[in-house]
């Protein structure tokens, strides 16, 4: 069984994306419709920008899931047994699988940009990826601070991305280095992403969800919210919402698509983050290619 995952923020690279563009009719349809729907020129930046214009979350996000979009749709006989995407690629796999319209998908993944980057705004905040300790060392240390520092990303097993205000995402750094762990390192994101911090940005976007026209996929879809196969739309809008302040359960994910069946997993997007990551979570026989 084939499963197809799709990346999330930072994976972008200048000059992504061109290559489709200038192969393929299609894609260059697809791009010059985003361009229109967005209202400003993201392929410029895309294809030209610097790596601190691509950085931009509201540029970031619509530029990784029209990549990973529009990669999936050149795929002939695209037919994925399963799929899921690591934080903003859990759209780009819902839109691929047929629950949302590449229309209706960039609009959504614009305004939680957007909503993201105005919670970062009213909350000054940070996340920290932490490598080699065990994850209960991890979540136990941070809830034992004072102030909101919670486990963001479990990516696989030894690496985990804390998530918080500044002051206790730094204490948190301090204690996880005294308690082992191999490197605690700031990373340089916008905001407190997958925290309670994004909260004002949750009930922005749960609107926006609310108001978007939803089908049932042609294949189930991992959430990042509970690793678990959905293909029920009522499910996977109120997974979809939660997903803004709840941790991204990717090695959950891995673990639960490799028991239900996944033989092969292709990235589809930018870069090769997940491969890496997969070979961490999975058992060795399991194929890992892009496509």
């Not at 972008?12 to 729907?37: T, V």
């Not at 302040?245 to 589809?268: H, I, L, Y």
Request: a negative charge; aromatic letters at 6%.
């Amino acid at each position: 069984m084939i499963a197809y995952v799709f990346p999330g923020q930072g994976a972008q690279f200048s000059g992504m994306g061109k290559n489709l563009y200038d192969s393929s009719d299609s894609a260059r349809q697809m791009f010059d419709k985003a361009n229109e729907i967005l209202g400003f020129e993201i392929t410029k930046i895309m294809f030209e920008g610097t790596d601190e214009a691509l950085k931009q979350t509201n540029v970031t996000q619509p530029a990784i899931f029209l990549h990973s979009v529009i990669l999936a749709s050149t795929i002939e006989d695209f037919k994925p047994d399963m799929v899921a995407g690591h934080s903003l690629g859990e759209f780009s796999a819902l839109v691929t699988a047929g629950a949302l319209s590449f229309e209706d998908g960039l609009k959504l993944v614009s305004q939680r940009a957007d909503a993201m980057q105005r919670a970062c705004e009213i909350n000054p905040s940070t996340m920290a990826a932490i490598l080699n300790l065990e994850d209960k060392v991890v979540e136990d240390i941070c809830a034992a601070i004072d102030g909101v520092v919670v486990a963001a990303n479990y990516n696989c097993p030894g690496q985990l991305v804390i998530s918080g205000s500044i002051e206790a995402v730094t204490e948190a750094c301090e204690q996880l280095k005294a308690a082992g762990a191999k490197r605690a390192l700031i990373l340089p994101v916008g905001g407190a992403f997958h925290s309670p911090l994004m909260e004002p940005a949750r009930e922005e976007l749960a609107q926006a969800i609310a108001n978007t026209k939803f089908s049932t996929p042609i294949c189930p879809i991992y959430q990042n919210v509970n690793a678990q196969p959905s293909s029920d739309v009522e499910s996977i809008k109120a997974n979809l919402i939660a997903q803004l302040t709840a941790p991204v359960r990717w090695t959950q994910s891995v673990q639960n698509m490799v028991a239900d069946g996944a033989t092969k997993f292709v990235e589809c997007g930018p870069g090769k983050v997940l491969q890496g990551l997969i070979k961490k979570i999975a058992p060795p026989e399991i194929e890992t290619a892009e496509v």
